[in-house]
Structure formats: structure tokens, C-alpha cells
């Protein structure tokens, strides 16, 4: 449907006095052609430029309008042009007939020509409507296509510079000719497990994308949840620091209590590692961010910080792109950690108040042993 030349309308009717009324009708806002039958008026919307509308008569000989209305709506090139019939039977049963088989409208005759005139002008303002629907989707589609390519080459280009501070420590630690103190080692090490954790993290992005399609292939295995929870704290220390709080992780009095859950290790940190992170940011200074492991059967690990969520970001805490009072905040933290965790067939809720601060509280499945035949 083009915006600067007049819609097109296709007057279809055996009878030339009708034809001859909705003419004079619409013929001075529309380019208005006419087909006396409905095998003409088929091969005039497929074998030429189809129309923007069709008004179509019901009783006509050889074809009626409700099988060429059937026919349009069958083709490809045809089925979203609007019908609207326009016929001399008035009772409710042909109307539901008309609209069962696709027609956007029913007039009866004699019709008055404002009424005409009014249905064709809101049925074509409504098809221009859903022509701009679909653009602006095909245009979102697109861009959400061209956003994965970039973040692909992005996350390709990453890979480059992230080799030099894998391989550099690796080096300088594998070299037998250099004798570094165990405070030099020991922030090698450090450097080269981050490179590590970093280059995990690039992949890890990419499996993101295809768990919000659906189309992860997870592989559970038995993971150590306090061992994840460690390297988190270790690897966070620094950031906690810098804002003033302290991490500490509360285990049970029995370590039998901390099972293993069943999931994925680079999963786990990484939905762990986000938590904490935003738990540090969100933690009033001076404060405490703990980490129950297993406080109760239900929850394998529970994340608390005394700071509270706005009332207006509850309701859309775990969406995605959702952010509040966070400078520079993505709001993808809390969405892809919940996503992790329904991946991984497990779940996170979160109680928020004046009072109590913020609770996180993780579940995922216990990983269990297979037992061992008799």
C-alpha cells in the first residue's frame, strides 16, 4: 500500500447499477477498477498489481462471492487483501458465512454511501497499520540479527588480546631461568586463572543466547557448590574492597549438609558471580554481604546484602534489561543468572524489605550417586 499514490479498490458485482453507485462512492479518494464476475476478478488480483481493497458482491452466477473469497484467501498473493462483501442477503447465518471465511466486513444493500465510504476508509487505515506492524518487526529482527553478529565478532576480536595475558604468566611461570618470589607467583597465577575465567566467560556469553532460544544442550555433572562459591568470593574480593563490604560465607555445622548439586561448573559461577556482584553494589558501605550455603532443604545457596530493592523494580527484578538507580548497569546481571539457573532445571526467588535488606535464594537440583548394583 503506497503512501503518496490513492489506494486501489477492486469493485466486484454483476450488475452494472451497483458497480456504477460504488464508483461514484469512491472514485474521487481511490483508484477504482471492476470486474463483472468472479473468475474476472481473481485474474485481475493475480495477474496484476493486487488490490489494496476488495468490495465483493455474494449472488453472482458460475462463481459466487463466497468461493472467490475462499480462492483469495487460499493464494498466497491474495490472502491479506481486506473483502468486504457487499450484498442484498441480510440474514445473521450469511453474515457469520462471510466472516467465518476470512471477509473483514458486511454491508447490506441498499447501503448508504458515508457508510461505504466510512468502512473502506478504517479497514485501509487498519491495513496500513499492520503493514507498519510488520515492517517495524522485520526492522527489530534485523537488528536484533545485526546486535548477535556484532556481539560474535566482538567476542571473536576479545579472544586475541586475552591469548597475550593467558599465555604471557604461563610463560614467565614455566620458565625455569626466572626465579620469582611467591608474591610474584602467586599474582601470575592469579592473573593467568582471570585470563582463564575470562575466555570461559567469552564462550559461556554465547551459550546465553541459546538458552534464551531453548537450544542449550546442558551436561550436568556433579558440582562442588561451596568450591564455586570460594573462587567466587576470591575472585570478588578485591571488587567487595573497593566498595567498602565485607563477603562472608556461612556453612552448615555439618559439611555433610552441603551437597553437590547437579549442573554445570562455569554455569554456576558465573549465575553465582553475578549475584555477588550486584549484592556488593547494592550493600549499603561498611556492610556485609553473606552467603548461606544450604540454609534450608529447599535452597542450595542463599545471597543476602543489607541494601533493599526499589518498590518499582520488583516486579521486573529478574527481566531482562531491567535497571534501577545503577549507573552503567546493563540489566542483564540478575536476568541471566535466574535464566542459568532454569537452565540448569532449578529456579531463584527474592524477599526484599526495609528491614531485612535482600535475600536471594537459589534452588537447583541435588546431585545424587547413581548406587552401585548388588
Known amino acids: 500500500m503506497n503512501q503518496t499514490n490513492p489506494c486501489s479498490i477492486l469493485l466486484v458485482d454483476d450488475t452494472p447499477a451497483n458497480l456504477k453507485i460504488l464508483g461514484e462512492c469512491l472514485r474521487d479518494r481511490y483508484a477504482v477498477s471492476i470486474a463483472t464476475s468472479g473468475q474476472q476478478a481473481l485474474q485481475m488480483v493475480w495477474e496484476r498489481t493486487p488490490p489494496d481493497l476488495i468490495l465483493l458482491d455474494i449472488v453472482m452466477p458460475e462463481m459466487d462471492g463466497y468461493e472467490v473469497c475462499r480462492r483469495l484467501k487460499q493464494h498466497p498473493a491474495s490472502r491479506d487483501i481486506p473483502v468486504i462483501f457487499v450484498t442484498a442477503l441480510s440474514e445473521a447465518g450469511e453474515e457469520t458465512k462471510g466472516l467465518e471465511l476470512g471477509a473483514v466486513d458486511y454491508v447490506t444493500k441498499p447501503f448508504s454511501p458515508s457508510i461505504i465510504r466510512a468502512r473502506v476508509a478504517n479497514h485501509l487505515a487498519y491495513k496500513r497499520a499492520q503493514m507498519e506492524l510488520q515492517r517495524q518487526n522485520a526492522m527489530l529482527q534485523e537488528y536484533a540479527r545485526m546486535r548477535e553478529d556484532m ?3 566482538s567476542r571473536h576480536d576479545l579472544r586475541t588480546p586475552l591469548n597475550v ?22 599474582c601470575l597465577d592469579t592473573i593467568l586463572r582471570a585470563g582463564y575465567r575470562m575466555l570461559s566467560m567469552i564462550d559461556m556469553s554465547l551459550d546465553l543466547v541459546k538458552m534464551e532460544q531453548g537450544n542449550y544442550a546442558l551436561k550436568p555433572v556433579s558440582v562442588d557448590l561451596a568450591g564455586v562459591v570460594r573462587k567466587v568470593t576470591a ?9 567498602d563490604v565485607s563477603l562472608v560465607v556461612v556453612t552448615p555445622a555439618s559439611e555433610d549438609d552441603v551437597s553437590a548439586i547437579l ?17 556488593i553494589e547494592a550493600s549499603p558501605r561498611h556492610e556485609t554481604v553473606t552467603l548461606h550455603l544450604a540454609p534450608n532443604p529447599n535452597t542450595c545457596l542463599a545471597i543476602h546484602n543489607h541494601g533493599v530493592i526499589p518498590a518499582e523494580a520488583r516486579p521486573v527484578f529478574f527481566e531482562k534489561y531491567s535497571t534501577f538507580g545503577k549507573e552503567g548497569g546493563t540489566g542483564l ?19 526484599t524489605s526495609e528491614d531485612a535488606g535482600t535475600l536471594i535464594a537459589i534452588q537447583l537440583p541435588r546431585y545424587a550417586p547413581a548406587t552401585p548394583p548388588l
Open 151 to 153: 556481539e560474535r565478532i
Open 165 to 186: 595475558v593467558i599465555n604471557l604468566p604461563q610463560m614467565l611461570l614455566e620458565d625455569e631461568m626466572l626465579d620469582f618470589d611467591e608474591d610474584t607467583r602467586t
Open 235 to 243: 575472585d570478588l574480593k578485591v571488587h567487595a574492597a573497593a566498595n
Open 263 to 279: 549442573g554445570e561448573e562455569l554455569l554456576c559461577y558465573s549465575m553465582i558471580a553475578n549475584l555477588v556482584k550486584n549484592a
Open 333 to 351: 546481571g540478575t536476568y541471566s543468572a535466574r535464566l542459568i539457573a532454569q537452565t540448569m532445571a532449578g529456579d531463584m526467588t527474592f524477599e
